[in-house]
């Protein structure tokens, strides 16, 4: 079984910072990308920022000049510092994992169970 334990989140003003944490465990084989992805009341869940082993990072939105994205270097725990928050950041923040577990024998998306992040004016 693979499991996903975030923590970081919290409250902060705007102007402030953030960091998440994401810790795949369990039955893994290989990890292929990690990233987190956002969900505001009300809206679709968006792809916030991925990374793969080696390096290479997505930002598909546009946090990219003040989020980032990092691997530590066993590749199991994913990072995302949050700079320069402002309310439309508050969101759920959830990680995700795309994970070949020696148990399914086959890729698979695990999701962590979501963090809030809430910016206040």
């Known amino acids: 079984q693979v499991q996903l334990v975030e923590s970081g989140g919290g409250s902060v003003q705007t102007g402030g910072s953030l960091r998440l944490s994401c810790q795949a465990t369990?039955?893994?084989?290989?990890?292929?990308?990690m990233g987190w992805y956002r969900q505001a009341p009300g809206n679709q869940r968006e792809l916030v920022a991925s990374?793969?082993?080696?390096?290479?990072?997505n930002y598909p939105g546009s946090v990219s000049d003040r989020f980032t994205v990092s691997m530590d270097s066993a590749g199991n725990t994913v990072y995302l510092q949050m700079n320069s928050l402002n309310p439309e950041d508050t969101a759920v923040y959830y990680c995700?994992?795309?994970?070949?577990?020696?148990?399914?024998?086959?890729?698979?998306?695990?999701w962590g169970p979501g963090t809030q992040v809430t910016v206040s004016s």
């Open positions: 369990g039955s893994i084989l290989s990890i292929y990308a």
């Open positions: 995700y994992a795309d994970i070949n577990s020696w148990r399914s024998g086959r890729i698979s998306t695990y």
């Open positions: 990374i793969i082993p080696g390096g290479d990072t």
